[in-house]
């Protein structure tokens, strides 16, 4: 089985790069982040006549994830137990939707940005990933991945330049000690041992040519139980899928399963 996730960066505008990717691809299930719609709003007709099922969260231009699989969609669950909202009032984000494909339960999750360590929202991406944390140690011990945009970049090569970073999130100390949580309670990122190396990145800004000149960060990531961890034979990412025309500012991540 073939799992891809994508930040695709308003899945409205590139529908039709997504319906290329699964299909280019082979792609059996294809989590999506930042989708920036509600369901009614999204042209999904070509991804069910491709044989796709659906499921969708979100509820303005902001957020959204989403899971397409055409392997079975069961037991859709949008949102996780205790994930707490950001905002006074708290406001309705779309980040978290996981399902069960072909046997293997999938979260799609968006894990807020943080935009500075003095953010309140800064706060509120920590709390996050600690209530993901808590409610992903019940998954463990099944077929699961937790897979998306985390906003994270667990390690100095993840980063295109250190000194550039010093003050910004994504790289700071309790941002990092909570995803290395997710390894240490036995989540294994999957696609790291297939893609190893500084300068290997998932997404890059549209920033003065940031990708023209591998200015990226890695920050997406595919997350596996240790059962489907070690169903995982190839990984990787398509970093050609970022080069094209009116394309994302992340690359799509890809992993084989065997047959479970």
């Not at 899945?11 to 920036?36: F, G, M, N, W, Y």
């Amino acid at each position: 089985m073939r799992i891809a996730t994508w930040n695709v960066n308003s899945l409205r505008s590139r529908i039709d790069r997504v319906e290329a990717l699964v299909q280019r691809h082979d792609v059996d299930v294809l989590a999506l982040q930042e989708t920036k719609a509600r369901e009614d709003q999204l042209p999904l007709m070509g991804l069910q006549a491709l044989g796709y099922d659906v499921a969708v969260a979100g509820t303005n231009q902001w957020n959204g994830v989403a899971i397409i699989s055409r392997v079975g969609l069961e037991d859709v669950q949008v949102g996780f137990d205790g994930m707490p909202g950001y905002g006074e009032p708290v406001a309705a984000e779309s980040r978290a939707i996981g399902a069960v494909c072909g046997g293997v339960r999938v979260w799609s999750v968006y894990v807020p940005n943080g935009r500075k360590p003095d953010d309140p929202h800064y706060h509120y991406k920590l709390e996050w990933l600690r209530t993901l944390r808590a409610e992903a140690q019940q998954w463990l011990d099944a077929d699961a991945v937790i897979v998306g945009d985390w906003n994270v970049a667990p390690r100095d090569e993840d980063v295109f330049d250190m000194a550039q970073f010093a003050k910004s999130t994504h790289v700071t100390p309790p941002e990092r000690a909570a995803f290395q949580a997710f390894l240490d309670d036995g989540w294994v990122d999957v696609v790291r041992p297939h893609t190893p190396g500084p300068d290997v990145y998932t997404y890059w800004d549209y920033y003065r040519q940031r990708f023209e000149r591998n200015r990226g960060l890695r920050i997406d990531f595919i997350l596996g139980s240790p059962s489907a961890a070690a169903r995982v034979h190839h990984a990787f990412i398509d970093i050609d899928e970022r080069a094209g025309h009116g394309a994302s500012d992340h690359a799509p991540v890809i992993a084989d399963l065997d047959g479970g």
